[in-house]
């Protein structure tokens, strides 16, 4: 296991043991209050950890050797877990969203003082879990998922702590619903998202940060190559890109098939990310054949 994987869980880790104590807290605080806002963010709270636990398996379970049934090994765990985190977003959502409409209708009371302790103390765990997720949430699709969870939430605890303001001013305790379903479409959003980017994966969708067209050029910059075609890149899981080309060559090349392939490796490794390259060689003229 690399420095960066063992930072990445170790980070995991420690969002989560967060996580799981902000999540207690924060429902007994809706529960004392009378808050749903309260109440939906310790939901997305629970959601967090369960988004990170899903994570933290898949690492685990994506460190196994790759197998005669499984050539690739098992980096899509990651990718679905994040599919599975996504899921889990839009259906919290939905269910916020139900609770709110029966609230609409007669409003309960909410005890604005205990709401607004027990958000404040949310959002500054919910500052503490995005800081140290930050870092990886650019490289790590199942990092991002979670990351994606914490910040949502901590958007939430803003809107719960802003509702129990004009609370207290007003005493509009329809504000607490309004907030409710305002934490709710942030959180269908973060899911939506998510979901979108695992399903392009799933199905072997180009990388977003690449071009084929500038992976294509690229190619036919090598002196020997005149001719790019049934070009495939897909991702693996985060930041493991695979490519399979065919690409013909100089018939004068044709000697030196390792030069190219050399060449070809380098160039997508360091320009595009790409780790993975199969490569047919072709002559000019047809099927490399190193008896001509």
Not at 63 to 85: D, L, M, P, Q, Y
Not at 104 to 126: C, H, R
Not at 130 to 150: C, D, F, P, T
Not at 267 to 290: A, N, P, R, V, W
Request: aromatic share 8%; net charge negative.
């Amino acid at each position: 296991m690399t420095k960066t994987h063992s930072d990445i869980e170790k980070q995991l880790g420690i969002v989560f043991v967060i996580a799981v104590s902000l999540f207690v807290f924060e429902f007994i605080g809706g529960v004392l209050s009378n808050s749903l806002a309260l109440i939906a963010d310790s939901f997305h709270v629970m959601l967090d950890f369960v988004a990170i636990g899903i994570s933290l398996v898949a690492f685990r379970i994506a460190k196994k050797k790759h197998s005669s049934t499984h050539t690739f090994g098992f980096h899509r765990v990651e990718i679905i877990a994040a599919f599975v985190n996504g899921i889990s977003l839009i259906a919290t959502s939905i269910f916020i969203v139900i609770e709110a409409n029966k609230r609409f209708s007669e409003p309960p009371e909410i005890d604005t003082v205990i709401l607004v302790i027990f958000a404040s103390v949310g959002l500054v765990a919910n500052i503490i879990m995005a800081k140290r997720l930050e870092k990886h949430s650019h490289s790590n699709l199942n990092v991002h998922g979670s990351y994606l969870h914490v910040l949502g939430d901590l958007l939430s605890s803003i809107g719960v702590i802003v509702g129990a303001v004009i609370m207290m001013i007003s005493s509009y305790f329809i504000v607490d619903v309004v907030v409710s379903i305002g934490i709710a479409l942030v959180i269908l959003r973060s899911g939506i998202v998510l979901c979108k980017k695992c399903l392009h994966i799933f199905m072997e969708g180009t990388p977003e940060e690449i071009k084929v067209s500038e992976v294509t050029k690229d190619l036919l910059n090598i002196g020997e190559i005149v001719e790019v075609h049934d070009l495939h890149i897909w991702t693996l899981t985060s930041n493991l890109f695979s490519m399979t080309v065919h690409i013909k060559i100089k018939q004068d090349a044709l000697h030196q098939p390792d030069k190219i392939l050399k060449k070809i490796n380098w160039q997508m490794k360091e320009k595009f990310g790409i780790t993975h390259c199969t490569i047919q060689i072709e002559s000019e003229y047809g099927f490399m054949d190193l008896d001509d």
